[in-house]
């Protein structure tokens, strides 16, 4: 078993910036990419990020693409997603996610950790 918990969730001004964390317990070794994904009220879960523990690869949809930065530190089994220049249509609960393929597909993604809101302000 693997468990994900984020934090760094909260409100926030378009054009500003907020930091996601997902720390990761367990059997992490079992485990090859790390996610992040979003899900608006009334919307179905999309991807938003992907990177491998290696730390080798990256994927991000296009939406956030220039803006969202995702990066993993080994040593603290924990990945962040750096988020800036906000606007109010990124505001969802965000989930993190661990898998052992890269992929934008939700059901690729084997744990999920409980989601911290996002909220982005006009």
């Known amino acids: 078993q693997v468990q994900l918990v984020e934090s760094g969730g909260g409100l926030v001004q378009a054009g500003g910036s907020l930091r996601l964390s997902c720390a ?23 991807f938003v990020a ?5 730390g080798g690869r ?3 949809a296009d939406s956030v693409k220039g803006r969202f930065t995702i990066s993993g530190d080994n040593a603290k089994s924990t990945v962040y997603l750096q988020m800036n220049s906000l606007k109010p249509a990124d505001t969802a609960v965000y ?11 939700s059901s690729a993604y084997r744990y999920w950790g409980q989601g911290t809101q996002v909220t982005v302000s006009s």
């Open 24 to 46: 990761a317990s367990g059997r992490t070794f079992s485990t090859y990419v790390m996610g992040w994904f979003r899900q608006a009220p009334g919307k179905e879960r999309e």
């Open 50 to 54: 992907a990177i491998t523990w290696s």
């Open 58 to 60: 990256t994927d991000y």
């Open 95 to 105: 989930y993190c996610a661990a898998g052992t393929v890269v992929a934008r597909a």
